[in-house]
């Protein structure tokens, strides 16, 4: 079948035979070995494998021949295995344990070990990161059947003197999410117009993971389940090579590194990782590529500034990360500028990089050692050097956002001791680059335009005040983070518990009390109590649950807040009056009663997948509420009645003069509408609210009407505009602490995360700017002069606008982004919870 198939196709104008097309170079084949024609009951290219059948070949492929083993290193949130195969000779595979401990003494600064052409080198062939990127899997059922079943001398020293671990599809929910969309719509024969359905994907399309979560940022910052099984194979393993095979627009051809000559190089990393070994790899794929007539570029558009990809981030782990970029098909077969671009032409090309991969880090095996060795040497080198000898770090009032800061450190394998309530990171060890890149900031910048955020000082996504030491106290290693929330139980009241909002957890259980049908209220001033014989000062925010207004009895309520204390790891005190020590008294007005929130958000054509995954996943996996996501192409038959809080996310807002009237009336009767990013500027454009946008650039262009514009070369314009946009960057605003979405705060000055140019104008109201950038923003990241003195320290990062008997929360800022940043979290989530209790005062 895959020999009929392919004798009938034209490659970019490349007649192949069928036998020569994948596999005949690697002849003869073990015949007791299936192929993945054999296995699947059609040939490559055909159609697009779901990940069972991957997974299902790949078992079968460990069941029947001594070359292989398969592991699972995890699940997706939708239950898909996570697995890697690993091939290599019977002999290596029968002495994997050995040979692994002979490997992993290379990555140790502390062992003197030379023996670098003596241990096979490890490659680890990872695939299909982006679901609707298909092509890769499909080369990875290739190069698994080479490796397993060809007898051909070349292959078999490959697998003599390499461990090759080839991970099939990264993610599978995005995959198995497109190759249903492809093959649905797939032709007989193949449609090639592009217009074709086949070729174009519904929101929210098959790139990102269940959650919506690009999974190709999540290296760094280890969110899902997909990231953080890998991250932990990884530390366990710690590849010298790595490749990140990718599909790009179908009008352009492939793409290997090196990556931008001049580009925004990661500043942590050793040159020799970009001006010798991705030469030395791309040299061969040149010659790969070159042999069967594929057109490709390097060293243009891509850069590997950002470590978290999975091209960057084993670099930062002294292997090699190689990205590969193929222009897409997306589906079977479609129509281009350049000709038909084919399903099996795109898999070739990637088959070809998989296998010259292989071939390279084999010929270079001691000097790929070496490397890696001296990788983790020259970081104790470094970091010996350096003044800096660590970084404290901690907030006690907040041990649950202390907790998922050192989770994060723990995952890559950095070391963590803690001293008194303190907790410590010594500069001082292997993964010293790792540290710099949790804790450095940056303000020079070898490039202007990034191909994504050019900040990414992770602590400040924390939003975790540390500082550098110059001298070191380290106290008891932290080696989990089990034990790192102390709370003292709860002691049993009639009178009445009060919750300390400062937790991260807090929102968490209020909504779990609240679905127990308890009734809480806020504290709109702070206050102090006496908890047994402890005083208690309690911030703006606390939560009061009152026991005589309970329908339930007393031992009934305790019950469920101990279970909300011991399911969230929370502070909650049993207090036996109602008069305060200091502050207002529980009975007072300023204790609100709070309403259970009832959230839902507008998703589909037109918003953004990414921020709406960001808020679905937080109050899924962190709150466990559920929020009803309200299809746009259902807008006008939603009953928004059953909802009192709305959020639009960042999109392309497209309503009617009906459909806008609908939701301003259902803002005015009460409800609360939190919007995000571009969803604020078009609420301001549309007169939802009356604020407005930062208006510099529209001022500037008006004094600069008469004057003639200054030529500049054509070919510079793409890097010229390109600086213009904000790529995302770490700035620091002032935050009011007093305002219901900032209870929880302490700190009046918070980081923020900007990747965007909305210019939200502070209000009018001197109440309603909740958070504006500071005198002196910039923290981490690039942004031109321009835009940071005309745009941003002008500008407001979050406001709160009236809108009849309801508000409209304006966030700049995406404070969800990545579902990484804690820090910001609290500001979406108060807007959820409290945002009913705001009134924006006004003169009369």
Do not use: C
């Not at 001594?66 to 997706?76: H, L, P």
């Not at 290739?142 to 990264?170: C, G, R, W």
């Not at 050793?270 to 007539?293: C, H, Q, V, W």
């Amino acid at each position: 079948m895959l020999k009929k198939l392919l004798l009938l196709v034209l490659f970019y104008g490349t007649n192949a035979f069928a036998q020569d097309y994948f596999l005949e170079k690697y002849e003869p084949f073990n015949p007791d070995i299936p192929t993945p024609e054999q296995f699947l009951g059609y040939g490559i290219g055909e159609h697009h494998t779901r990940h069972d059948l991957i997974v299902a070949y790949f078992e079968k492929l460990a069941s029947v021949s001594d070359r292989a083993s398969i592991y699972s290193y995890g699940k997706t949130h939708e239950g898909r295995k996570l697995v890697i195969l690993t091939i290599t000779t019977p002999e290596n595979l029968s002495n994997l344990k050995s040979i692994k401990e002979q490997h992993l003494a290379f990555t140790d600064p502390n062992q003197k070990v030379s023996n670098y052409n003596d241990v096979p080198i490890f490659i680890n062939l990872a695939y299909n990161v982006h679901g609707n990127e298909p092509s890769s899997s499909e080369a990875a059922l290739l190069s698994a059947y080479t490796f397993v079943a060809s007898q051909h001398p070349e292959i078999k020293n490959y697998i003599k003197n390499a461990v090759i671990m080839i991970d099939p599809t990264i993610n599978p929910d995005g995959r198995d999410r497109h190759s249903q969309w492809a093959n649905s719509y797939q032709g007989t024969p193949n449609v090639a117009d592009p217009q074709d359905a086949e070729h174009n994907e519904y929101w929210p399309g098959g790139r990102t993971n269940h959650y919506w979560f690009d999974l190709n940022r999540d290296w760094l910052l280890g969110i899902n389940p997909e990231s953080r099984g890998k991250l932990t194979w990884y530390h366990e393993w710690y590849p010298n090579v790595v490749t990140d095979f990718h599909e790009m627009g179908s009008q352009s051809s492939y793409f290997f590194e090196p990556m931008k000559a001049n580009g925004s190089l990661n500043p942590i990393m050793p040159k020799e990782n970009y001006e010798d070994l991705n030469t030395m790899f791309g040299a061969e794929f040149a010659r790969a590529l070159d042999s069967i007539g594929s057109l490709y570029f390097t060293k243009e558009v891509f850069d590997g500034t950002y470590p978290g990809y999975g091209s960057s981030y084993p670099d930062l782990q002294g292997g090699l990360g190689l990205l590969f970029e193929q222009a897409s098909s997306r589906g079977h077969e479609q129509t281009t500028a350049f000709g038909k671009i084919t399903f099996p032409f795109t898999i070739r090309n990637q088959y070809i990089s998989s296998i010259t991969t292989v071939k390279t880090a084999v010929k270079n095996k001691a000097y790929m050692r070496k490397y890696q060795q001296d990788f983790f040497k020259s970081a104790l080198t470094r970091a010996g050097k350096a003044k800096i000898k660590g970084y404290a770090f901690g907030d006690p009032r907040d041990q649950n956002r202390t907790k998922a800061f050192i989770d994060k450190l723990l995952l890559h394998n950095i070391k963590v001791y803690q001293s008194g309530e303190r907790y410590v990171v010594p500069t001082l060890q292997p993964q010293y680059r790792m540290v710099q890149s949790m804790f450095e900031t940056y303000s020079k910048y070898r490039d202007s335009v990034y191909y994504d955020a050019s900040a990414w000082s992770v602590a400040n996504f924390y939003n975790m005040r540390y500082s550098p030491v110059t001298s070191l106290n380290l106290g008891e290693p932290v080696e989990t983070v089990e034990n790192i929330v102390q709370i003292i139980p709860v002691r049993k009241s009639n009178y009445a518990y009060i919750i300390d909002w400062d937790d991260y957890n807090a929102p968490a259980a209020l909504h779990y009390l609240q679905e127990q049908k308890l009734v809480l209220s806020s504290a709109f001033k702070p206050f102090s109590v006496k908890s047994g014989n402890e005083t208690k000062q309690m911030n703006y925010g606390s939560l009061v649950l009152p026991v005589s207004l309970q329908k339930q009895t007393p031992e009934e309520v305790y019950e469920l807040v101990q279970k909300a204390q011991e399911k969230f790891e929370v502070p909650v005190y049993g207090v036996d009056s109602g008069l305060s020590l200091k502050g207002v008294d529980l009975g007072s007005r300023y204790m609100q009663a709070l309403k259970k929130t009832k959230a839902a958000m507008l998703i589909g054509n037109g918003t953004r997948s990414y921020e709406a995954g960001e808020v679905w996943h937080l109050l899924d996996t962190r709150v466990h509420m559920p929020i009803s996501k309200i299809p746009m192409r259902n807008f006008n038959r939603t009953d928004f009645d059953k909802y009192n809080t709305l959020v639009m996310v960042s999109g392309n807002y497209t309503f009617d003069k009906k459909q806008l009237e609908k939701l301003k009336n259902w803002v005015s009767k009460g409800n609360t509408l939190i919007t995000i990013g571009t969803a604020s500027k078009w609420a301001i454009e549309k007169k939802l609210v009356k604020e407005k946008l930062t208006d510099s650039k529209k001022d500037s262009l008006a004094k600069d009407s008469t004057k003639t514009a200054v030529r500049k070369p054509y070919v510079d314009a793409g890097e010229n505009l390109g600086k213009e946009s904000v790529g995302g960057i770490i700035i620091r605003a002032d935050l009011d602490t007093t305002h219901p979405l900032a209870f929880g705060y302490h700190d009046t000055s918070i980081p923020v995360y900007k990747n965007n140019t909305v210019w939200l104008a502070p209000s009018k109201n001197e109440y309603a700017t909740v958070a504006k950038y500071s005198e002196n923003p910039h923290i981490d990241g690039f942004i031109t002069p321009e835009n940071m003195e005309k745009y941003l320290k002008p500008s407001a990062s979050l406001i709160v606008s009236k809108l009849g008997g309801g508000r409209v929360v304006l966030f700049a800022d995406n404070p969800n982004f990545r579902g990484s940043w804690y820090g910001t979290n609290r500001l979406f989530l108060n807007a959820l919870f409290l945002g009913d209790k705001i009134r924006i005062p006004t003169r009369n």
